[in-house]
């Protein structure tokens, strides 16, 4: 099961977007979930990844980012004037 917010938490409040990235690290040709994030906090939930690797708090491996397939889940949310407004 994915979690149906992005993962990050700014100043103490969640992050209320619906995720769009699944982040994962890929060490010794396994990968292994992080979370999820939205497309605006792509770069920060990167930062704080590597930030973690560097104490050791997360294994050092590939960090990828996945788009999250719609397809297979039961909560599918498609709503175009979100995808046209920026
Ligand atoms: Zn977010």
Redesign the pocket.
């Known amino acids: 099961m994915l979690p149906d917010?992005?993962?990050?938490r700014?100043k103490g409040k969640d992050?209320?977007?619906p995720?769009e990235l699944v982040i994962s690290i890929t060490v010794d040709k396994q990968e292994y979930m992080i979370g999820v994030?939205?497309l605006?906090?792509k770069n920060?939930f990167n930062e704080k990844l590597h930030l973690l690797q560097k104490q050791g708090k997360v294994p050092k491996g590939v960090v990828n980012f996945s788009g999250l397939k719609p397809v297979g889940t039961d909560c599918i949310r498609m709503d175009a004037d979100d995808l046209i407004n920026l």
Do not use: L, T
Not at 5 to 8: E, G, L
């Open positions: 917010r992005c993962s990050i700014e992050c209320v977007n995720p994030s939205c605006k906090h920060i």
